[in-house]
């Protein structure tokens, strides 16, 4: 009976390394065919949305401390070591898919200067009336609370400072604009102004202080009121924003959500991130950190998704909230080592031009100025990893970003801010055009710049952005195309006939193209440029389709 | 249990070790984003935040919104008793008022016992008070005799002293300070501790007013300022200019006298803030020639804040005269300032003498480590006009 049991087991365990042996081969012979399947474009490319396809219901709230955030990202560098990475999250037309993340506006469609002045101000503003404290502020520099208005929609409320009315709600108000019309998602915000008389404290509502929540007192309330800036009249001028339903915390500029399924592409290799790099400096958005991100759980058919919130954008232009921009912000991080050593050992002899960098005086406005802004030098409060890894073409694609606005949808947004002095709604838009220019000038001359590939009839079509703007002046010796036929599974090129050359933005389709050749591609370069990044070719992939040549990549 | 191949999930687990998820041929770009998505979905997790990111989350709210209960507690017990430890309690009512008691002890064997209420405990209200009875004993404290020619040498005192004060606080605007204060303060003194001789081998009541005695005092103080600096702690601009009038009335007929104190502090920025020039003149005057004050509660210099070059009451007489100067230079805005001082001043038994000849003076050099509201470590080297240099390692702005 026991050899029985013996030769029982011998038999089993020979059937397991054959089972084995069997599924090596099977493997084998997979990723064979995965290597020869793996092609460049596939069906849906270019794809216009990244999908989220896994329910994330279970993720839980994901608190990301101040201190800790600020110290890891000055002191360390978080997220991917590897420099030079090519943004993640980018379909093949080198553009990014809209997202839980990202949704395209200006630039991509025709955004209307009503669309922008509305942004994401899709319901009612708040009802007039009382209002009803619900939870005190224990976050953040700005005073305000949690509160209820008549209709029972609950808004955080923020004031202006007690020593700087108008700028902080200005601020907020504009930048959340400027911000919905560049693809973030966006709290619903309004500007409104608040009576104490109509602001009373719900009987339930609580405060965190001192390592606990407590019963929030009207003596809290009126605490917050004193510590902001009232008007002539007694009221206080406010920014609220509705509150988002299904709050999970925040997320990081590097690395994913480890709770959420489909938080699958690094955060520092989402171009969307990078390209704060650039918004930031056009807008001076210093204060990017964890703690001024939301994430909330949304409904997205059955499933449930994360949506990722740019929540706190009010750290924009020249004003913080409590005070104007100290003079280092935009300019150095909060911790630098070469500049901090040369101050050290040079008795402070060591000045930065910020340090004699003049401002137009205007207190609704603050430190905020585009004569000696230079967007490649600009820096936030510190180092976030995203902004790190953002390289020319990341740039490139946010500045084409920054230069859709054209005067009247910046100047339509600053309106928004409801500043009481004209001259600094002016200056404010003023300066916004200045640096946006600055920013359109830098960035479309460290890359080869031509965007809005098309086919059109039997040409390829584009636009050199910086030329169309005046930026720049057209190539001398025009564009010069390379065509080839492509080969999706094996990424073999074989040129057709010789480069051609043409004076236009434009390039024509080879004359005939074997029927079996379902891919071509043109690389096309600026001969005789104003910039030498112009040289290097832009590669466009075009697809054969039932209707002709259709495109589907780009890659700069 | 035997495995066989029977067991179809076996042989199902094997197949999921052996082909790597990603590996399954995707069609579409969607599918291949789909199968990422579904992976980490068998792998997702909670967020954890990591032991570093725990202790500066607990450090942030301690100093934001410090937690009731027991707290590590530093600072200074008495002039020239070095660093001091120890434990505290505390708790927040609704009002911000902070109940507190502590007790501390020094490397020099100094001790303190403190029981106290603070309204609002931040100090930013418009009105507020502070009440504190406490006990605290100070057995080695320096005297080196009176005037500016340096007696027969350093001796040491011991002193104990009783407590109770109440003090009322109004800011009827932001820059405004209004301050009156009304306490009992016990003293005892014996023959000093440490490797100094004590007090009464080198010195008579002559030559150490008030040698031998115990005076205890009624002490009212009134006191107005404009204050315009960041705070008191640390500030690179504003100013601080004002004056307290103190009334120590011995409950024993023995001493008693008026003190005045007047102070101005001047930070001036320069080239948006790379620089600073800070600024101090102080006089500490008794109001009355014929007032008697005991040794101990005469006006002083000599300190790690005051004629930084000379020890912890190094100078003491009826009337005393400081100024001070640094030129500070600002490696970082958020954390580091760089100072070069100079300080001079003068103490006199006549107040005619308190002018701006003959004054001592050191100079130093120094770096201030700090948040934005309060300087967290000092550490300073000045050197008096003839001696050695002298390490100041000290919380707290100089001025």
């Known amino acids: 009976m026991a050899s029985n049991m013996i030769q029982r087991r011998v038999k089993h365990a020979l059937a397991v390394v054959a089972a084995i042996v069997a599924v090596q081969v099977v493997r084998s012979d997979v990723s064979g065919v995965l290597q020869a399947q793996r092609v460049k474009f596939f069906s849906d490319d270019p794809l216009t949305r990244e999908p989220d396809t896994q329910d994330a219901s279970k993720v839980q709230v994901m608190e990301i401390g101040l201190s800790s955030d600020l110290l890891l990202n000055l002191f360390t560098k978080l997220g991917d070591p590897s420099t030079n990475v090519k943004a993640r999250n980018i379909n093949t037309i080198d553009e990014v898919p809209d997202s839980s993340w990202f949704n395209n506006r200006i630039y991509s469609r025709d955004l209307t200067v009503d669309e922008l002045t509305r942004g994401a101000n899709a319901s009612e503003p708040p009802a007039s009336g009382r209002w009803t404290v619900i939870r005190g502020k224990s976050t953040g520099a700005a005073t305000g609370f949690t509160a209820r208005d008549e209709k029972g929609q609950v808004w955080f409320v923020s004031f202006d400072g007690r020593d700087i009315p108008v700028a902080p709600t200005a601020a907020a108000m504009v930048a959340t604009k400027l911000f919905w019309a560049l693809g973030y998602n966006q709290v619903e915000t309004h500007l409104t102004t608040m009576v104490p008389e109509n602001v009373v404290v719900d009987p339930q509502a609580t405060l965190r202080a001192h390592g606990k929540r407590r019963t929030l007192t009207t003596d809290d309330v009126e605490d917050v009121f004193k510590r902001s800036a009232a008007s002539a009249d007694g009221s206080y001028r406010a920014i609220v924003g509705r509150a988002v339903p299904g709050y999970v915390g925040h997320f990081r500029y590097f690395g994913t959500r480890p709770d959420d399924p489909n938080d699958v592409v690094d955060h520092e290799h989402r171009r969307e991130l990078r390209a704060l790099k650039v918004f930031g400096a056009w807008t001076n958005l210093v204060d990017m950190k964890a703690g001024n991100t939301l994430d909330a759980l949304e409904k997205n058919g059955s499933l449930s998704v994360v949506k990722h919130y740019l929540q706190d954008v009010g750290s924009t232009f020249g004003t913080g909230a409590n005070a104007p921009r100290e003079d280092d912000e935009g300019h150095e991080y909060l911790y630098q080592g070469a500049p901090l050593a040369k101050r050290l050992f040079t008795f402070g002899l060591f000045v930065r031009p910020w340090q004699k960098m003049d401002y137009v005086e205007n207190a609704e406005i603050g430190k905020f100025e585009g004569t000696e802004f230079e967007p490649e030098d600009w820096k936030p409060r510190v180092p976030v990893a995203a902004l790190r890894h953002a390289r020319a073409d990341d740039n490139f694609w946010a500045a084409l970003r920054v230069m859709a606005f054209t005067d009247d949808h910046i100047r339509a947004a600053v309106k928004t801010g409801g500043y009481t002095d004209p001259a600094a709604e002016k200056l404010l838009a003023d300066i916004l055009i200045q640096r946006r220019d600055k920013i359109g000038k830098t960035y479309l001359s460290r890359i080869n710049p031509l965007t809005r590939f098309a086919v059109s009839g039997d040409a390829v079509t584009f636009e050199n952005p910086a030329v169309k703007a005046g930026y720049a002046t057209a190539p001398k010796g025009g564009y010069e195309a390379t065509w080839a036929t492509f080969n999706n599974g094996t990424g073999e090129a074989s040129p057709i006939g010789s480069p051609i050359t043409s004076a236009d933005e434009r390039v024509q389709l080879p004359a005939s193209v074997p029927g079996s050749e379902q891919f071509v591609k043109v690389s096309i370069r600026a001969v005789d440029p104003p910039h030498a990044p112009w040289s290097t070719p832009v590669n466009v992939y075009l697809r054969r389709a039932a209707d002709g040549w259709q495109l589907v990549g780009v890659e700069r | ?399």
């Open chain 2, 1 to 399: 249990m035997a495995l066989t191949m029977r067991s179809p999930s076996i042989l199902a687990l094997a197949l999921c070790l052996i082909v790597p998820a990603g590996a399954v041929a995707q069609e579409t770009r969607a599918e291949e984003i789909a199968a990422k998505q579904k992976a980490k979905a068998a792998a997702a997790t909670p967020y954890q935040p990591n032991a570093f990111e725990r202790v500066m989350g607990r450090l942030e709210e301690g100093f934001v919104s410090p937690p009731n209960g027991w707290y590590p507690a530093f600072g200074s017990i008495y002039p020239g008793g070095g660093l001091s430890l120890g434990v505290g309690y505390r708790h927040f009512d609704r009002r911000e008022a902070i109940w507190d008691v502590h007790g501390l002890y020094s490397i020099k064997g100094y001790k303190l016992l403190e029981f106290g209420t603070i309204s609002p405990w931040d100090g930013r209200g418009r009105f507020g008070y502070d009440a504190k009875v406490g006990w605290l004993d100070a057995p080695q404290v320096a005297y080196y005799g009176l005037g500016m020619g340096g007696g027969p040498g350093r001796a040491n005192y011991h002193l104990s002293q009783t407590y109770a004060s109440f003090a009322a606080l109004m800011r009827p605007t932001p820059w405004t300070r209004l301050r009156g204060e009304i306490g009992y303060d016990g003293f005892d003194t014996q023959e000093g501790r440490g490797r100094a001789p004590s007090i009464e081998t080198l010195y008579n009541p002559l030559t150490a007013p008030g040698l031998g005695s115990s005076p205890s005092f009624i002490r009212t103080e009134a006191g107005a300022a404009i204050d315009w600096r960041t705070s008191p702690s640390y500030s690179a601009k504003g100013g601080f200019y004002g004056v307290t009038l103190a009334n120590y009335s011995d409950t024993g007929d023995d001493f008693g006298f008026k003190r005045l104190d007047a102070e101005l502090i001047q930070h001036v920025p320069l080239l948006r803030g790379n620089w600073v020039i800070s600024l101090r003149g102080r006089m500490q005057t008794i109001l009355d020639d014929n007032d008697v004050v005991p040794y101990f509660l005469l006006p002083q210099l000599g300190s790690g804040s005051t004629l930084r070059g000379y020890p912890t009451g190094f100078f003491r007489d009826r009337h005393s005269l400081l100024t001070s100067a640094e030129f500070r230079w600002i490696p970082n805005r958020l954390a580091l300032d760089m100072a070069i001082f100079y300080d001079a001043g003068k103490v006199t038994r006549d107040r005619s003498d308190l002018d701006f000849s003959e004054l001592e003076s050191s100079w130093g050099f120094g770096a201030r480590f700090h948040a934005p509201r309060s300087t967290i470590l000092r550490i300073e080297a000045a050197r008096p006009k003839t001696g050695k240099f002298r390490l100041i390692v000290a919380t707290g702005a100089a001025f």
